[in-house]
């Protein structure tokens, strides 16, 4: 089955360092295809925040960045701040489903 | 500035259709793909179908193959989810959003329109 695996929810407190991890398989992440991420808040739209695996789009404040590798992904936020407070997706294409996945998501909190 | 702008959702019983749009400006529309996502009450984003720039290539969720159909007008810079024989599960925020180049991630996304299969 082609899914990404996110955990459910981090935490960490204004200032702290936090990372969320995204693992694939063969059939997305691992075969090369890039990993983007989007915050998210529940009826906003949401917000490139990671495109191509480690790169920011213009806004993007340098305290997130991403990485790749195999088949998984992380996104690192560091200086929590209370506005990162959000839904996190993490998003690759599958070519088994010869369509996009998006992970479940993960509710960062800062304490 | 860029814009997306979702409409067309409501209220529909079980086996009925709705049409969503989505209205965008502030950029060449016919020069994207766009895609439509759902996101079911209390769950995660959910991909649903994406069109080509030029409307020559169209791909479908499993979720939603054979039922919903993605179409564009260029001419009215307006994308379109026409969604037949509706679900109870089909029920979800819609939401829709431009592809940069099909490599870089979908960098606008509309607000989302609220569609609410119910009998």
């Known amino acids: 089955q082609s899914v990404l695996t996110q955990p459910p929810s981090v935490s960490g407190a204004p200032g702290q360092r936090v990372t969320i991890s995204c693992t694939g398989s063969n059939s997305n992440i691992g075969s090369g295809y890039d990993v983007h991420w989007y915050q998210h808040l529940p009826g906003t739209a949401p917000k490139l925040l990671i495109y191509?695996?480690?790169k920011r789009p213009s806004g993007v404040p340098d305290r997130f960045s991403g990485s790749k590798s195999g088949t998984s992904a992380s996104l690192a936020i560091t200086g929590l701040q209370a506005e990162d407070e959000a839904d996190y997706y993490c998003?690759?294409?599958?070519?088994?489903?010869?369509?996009?996945?998006f992970g479940a998501g993960t509710k960062l909190t800062v304490l | 500035q860029v814009q997306l702008v979702e409409s067309g959702g409501g209220v529909v019983q079980p086996g009925t259709s709705l049409r969503l749009s989505c209205a965008a400006s502030g950029f060449d529309f016919s020069n994207y793909g766009l895609h439509w996502v759902r996101q079911a009450p209390g769950k995660g984003l959910d991909w649903v179908a994406v069109i080509w720039h030029d409307g020559s290539d169209k791909y479908y969720a499993d979720s939603v193959k054979g039922r919903f159909t993605i179409s564009r007008d260029n001419s009215k810079s307006t994308l379109f989810l026409q969604m037949n024989s509706l679900r109870a599960e089909d029920t979800a925020m819609y939401y829709c959003?431009?592809?940069?180049?099909?490599?870089?991630?979908?960098?606008?996304w509309g607000q989302g329109t609220l569609v609410t299969v119910s009998s």
């Open positions: 998003q690759s294409f599958d070519s088994s489903l010869l369509g996009w996945l």
């Open positions: 191509g695996n480690n």
């Open positions: 959003a431009r592809d940069v180049d099909g490599y870089n991630g979908w960098d606008y």
